[in-house]
């Protein structure tokens, strides 16, 4: 079956602009996540959605930083007044049980750029 | 928070030898420890996972270990082959708590 997917794959913006960027799970999976990798570095946790509720935004970097998921499905990412220090990757994962210990699916990442 | 520590940074072999990449924890409470695989320009894959109430699983060249009083955890790699090249990062998560926080990340390179 399909995968995680996300869009667009590449962004590249202007300091100061908003961007959305779009995550699709695996068709039933209730639990989805983002995490954002930094050139050469580790996997940073931003958001956790269980459903449409997000029990865990605690990684969010600042309020900047707002995500939303509408039917159990897709989630959207949004960064408002882009800074440098955006520039990422951003990846979205998807879980299909309630246990914390589920297989998280990863989609392609959305490469950010802010210039 | 949890805290995630891993190393080496960056591991070189020769194929056909062992990879050993260690792993340390900081949050007693966490119950589950993937480790995933991320080839360049790719998505990280789950190449193996252990949880709490084992100390050992094995799928065919590829070990975990997990040792709870001293909170840490290994990934092990034998007869290595140019394909495992890729970063590995471990992760560790706690039930109530389902975000992975991960590790730096092994840059590991298999030399034909």
């Known amino acids: 079956g399909a995968g995680v997917s996300q869009s667009p794959s590449n962004k590249v913006t202007e300091k100061g602009k908003d961007v959305e960027l779009r995550c699709d799970p695996i068709s039933g999976h209730t639990a989805l996540y983002w995490y954002r990798q930094s050139l050469g570095q580790g996997l940073e946790f931003l958001i956790y959605f269980q459903g449409n509720s997000a029990p865990d935004k605690s990684g969010l970097p600042s309020d900047r930083f707002s995500a939303e998921r509408t039917g159990g499905s897709v989630s959207t990412l949004t960064i408002q007044r882009t800074q440098q220090e955006d520039s990422a990757v951003y990846l979205c994962?998807?879980?299909?049980?309630?246990?914390?210990?589920?297989?998280?699916?990863f989609g392609p990442g959305t490469r950010l750029t802010v210039l | 928070g949890e805290n995630v520590e891993q190393h080496p940074s960056t591991l070189s072999v020769q194929e056909g030898d062992s990879a050993v990449i260690k792993c340390t924890y900081s949050?007693?409470?966490?119950?589950?420890f993937p480790w995933y695989k991320q080839e360049l320009g790719k998505r990280p894959q789950l190449i193996i996972d252990?949880?709490?109430?084992?100390g050992e699983k094995k799928d065919q060249r590829i070990a975990v270990t997990l040792n709870k009083t001293a909170k840490h955890f290994s990934l092990h790699i034998t007869e290595t082959q140019p394909e495992d090249s890729a970063v590995y990062f471990c992760a560790a998560s706690k039930g109530g708590r389902r975000a992975l926080t991960f590790g730096s990340g092994t840059r590991l390179q298999v030399q034909p």
């Open positions: 252990i949880r709490s109430n084992v």
């Open positions: 994962a998807s879980s299909d049980g309630l246990a914390g210990d589920n297989e998280q699916f």
């Open positions: 949050d007693s409470a966490s119950n589950y």
